[in-house]
């Protein structure tokens, strides 16, 4: 060999050399931008292998545009779910989205929350209801092993309680429906999806939602800086509206996306749901009437409006309403009612649309707060407290005064009430409305989205308004029975309210096979001329004192 070629050989293996001695580093380096996301095989729609072993669902899709915000690249690893929680602790993946729980904080570092999410106890119709699982005695409970019902049963289970542990949460509900257990104890939505996944037709929601907890993504300790890093891109993703239309797609729409298995019946849904500028457009009031107006062309009857208002003549009844599971009355939605000296009785949809454009609904609804708190303190104590319902406009929250003006006036008259917020017309300063929304909850006032599906319903707002109660319009209950589409479409109302940690209310329940189909399908509250038709204040309160 010549010294030239000596030269090359050498240069050559310096080169070889180098490149063995920095491999590894490259590897490591390539390694870093790798994001593997652990988590369980079988949690539709969360995370779950679809049809073709391909990860798929709400959280891999969010996982997918974390990693994409961070330049990382996604690694899905899923499998047995306590096989996730061994290998997360082992760093063998980077991150699992879970619940959070106090046990699990021990082992793990949590992102800040992806979602709200809870638990329900489901069972046969035939079963007890029970308002907490404080109730819970001599019972067979299943539950997936290592799952936070697991976790929740083996620090409080009561006396007689028997865990039966299996590998998937949507099976605890089969094993209930094949005399396995008495009760299952799951998330809500995976409750719902087993029930229709599976036809478990005799399976209801026997349980308000309990056991809220945080979802999020976890980490092993040691890793703070990851959970930062991803705690940055998830701001992102909810600033850019990102993680919101995820959550549209994959739980708030309920369509049966790609090989998603969920129940057939949601297929239709999904034709049904009309999802545009964030609004959910399923069905329309008309609200075509001659006298909504400009309000200017009815000063006078705005002037005396607001003169019954000033001296206490506008007057309402009261419609109760009913826990669909227990037969118990939970209190009552304030109607008002108007009898115009010269007009004679007028119904609201006369005068309220009139109010509400001349911008004076303001000074009703308070108005019509102040009553129904007097009133309510004429009613007996219970457990849970009942509740006076009053309707509000949502544009109206977005008055600090009046909503300063409301929580007064309930430090003033005492606990017990529910604004029921419509929204008959887009909502102009969604920002106010979520700022004050968190206020009047501080104080103990609960709130309720009222006629959902029928105005300017809108995802969207629903998030913002974190409602304690969802309430079906009437348009979709007085025709239950004869149409499957709105069949379809208050099971869907029920499931993502359920998911929501919302309760589900029904208006225009008119016959008892409406009530019992609303109870069979899980919807938690009745009212309508087929429970009882409004009535006035010392009526409801001898009602009331009659269950007591």
């Not at 298995?261 to 009437?289: E, H, K, M």
């Not at 303190?377 to 929250?397: C, F, T």
Request: hydrophobic residues 45%; proline residues 5%; negative net charge.
């Amino acid at each position: 060999m010549t010294g030239r070629g000596r030269a090359v050989a050498r240069g050559a293996g310096w080169l070889l050399a180098a490149i063995a001695l920095l491999a590894p580093a490259f590897a490591g380096a390539r390694e870093a931008e790798t994001l593997r996301i652990g988590g369980d095989a079988d949690y539709p729609p969360y995370h779950f292998l679809d049809e073709d072993g391909q990860a798929d669902g709400f959280d891999v899709a969010l996982a997918r545009e974390v990693a994409r915000d961070l330049g990382m690249e996604p690694r899905f690893e899923l499998g047995a779910w306590d096989d996730a929680l061994e290998r997360l602790a082992r760093d063998e993946v980077d991150i699992v989205p879970m619940f959070w729980s106090a046990e699990r904080e021990q082992r793990f570092l949590f992102t800040e929350p992806i979602l709200i999410r809870h638990h329900a106890l489901f069972g046969p119709r035939s079963r007890a209801v029970l308002d907490s699982l404080d109730e819970l005695a001599d019972v067979r409970v299943a539950v997936q092993h290592a799952g936070l019902a697991w976790e929740a049963l083996r620090a409080q289970a009561g006396p007689g309680v028997v865990l039966v542990e299996l590998d998937n949460e949507a099976d605890t509900l089969a094993a209930v429906a094949r005399g396995d257990a008495d009760y299952a104890l799951a998330p809500t939505g995976i409750g719902y999806y087993a029930i229709h996944q599976h036809d478990l037709r005799d399976m209801v929601a026997l349980s308000p939602p309990l056991l809220e907890r945080r979802y999020v993504f976890a980490a092993r300790h040691g890793r703070a800086d990851l959970v930062a890093r991803i705690d940055a891109s998830l701001e992102r993703l909810r600033a850019s509206g990102t993680q919101n239309d995820l959550y549209v797609e994959w739980i708030g729409n309920l369509s049966a996306r790609k090989a998603l298995p969920w129940p057939a019946i949601t297929g239709g849904v999904a034709a049904l749901l009309v999802i545009g500028g964030s609004t959910l457009a399923w069905r329309r009031r008309r609200r075509d009437s001659p006298v909504v107006q400009y309000a200017g062309q009815h000063a006078a009857l705005l002037a005396e409006l607001q003169d019954a208002i000033d001296n206490d003549r506008l007057g309402y009844q009261f419609q109760p309403k009913l826990d669909l599971r227990s037969g118990r009355w939970l209190g009552a939605e304030l109607l008002v009612r108007w009898d115009h000296p010269q007009r004679g009785p007028m119904s609201p949809e006369e005068f309220v649309p009139i109010a509400e454009q001349a911008r004076v609904i303001g000074a009703m609804s308070l108005h019509l707060v102040r009553c129904g708190l007097r009133q309510r303190q004429q009613w007996p104590a219970a457990d849970p407290p009942l509740h006076v319902s009053v309707n509000i406009s949502a544009n109206d929250l977005a008055d600090p005064r009046l909503v300063d003006a409301i929580i007064a006036r309930h430090g003033q008259d005492g606990p017990g009430l529910m604004l029921e917020i419509t929204e008959t017309d887009v909502m102009r300063e969604p920002g106010l409305v979520a700022e004050a929304v968190p206020r009047l909850r501080a104080h103990g006032i609960r709130i309720s989205v009222d006629d959902f599906g029928a105005g300017h319903s809108s995802l969207v707002n629903l998030r913002r308004l974190a409602p304690d109660e969802l309430k079906i319009d009437r348009s979709f209950v007085t025709s239950l029975l004869d149409s499957r589409s709105d069949q379809a479409i208050v099971t869907a109302i029920i499931g993502l309210a359920h998911e929501l940690g919302a309760t589900v209310a029904a208006e225009g329940i008119e016959d008892d096979a409406t009530r019992d189909w609303l109870a069979a399908a899980g919807c938690d509250i009745g009212q309508g001329f087929g429970i009882a038709r409004p009535m006035g204040a010392a009526q409801l309160a001898t009602l009331l004192r009659a269950q007591a």
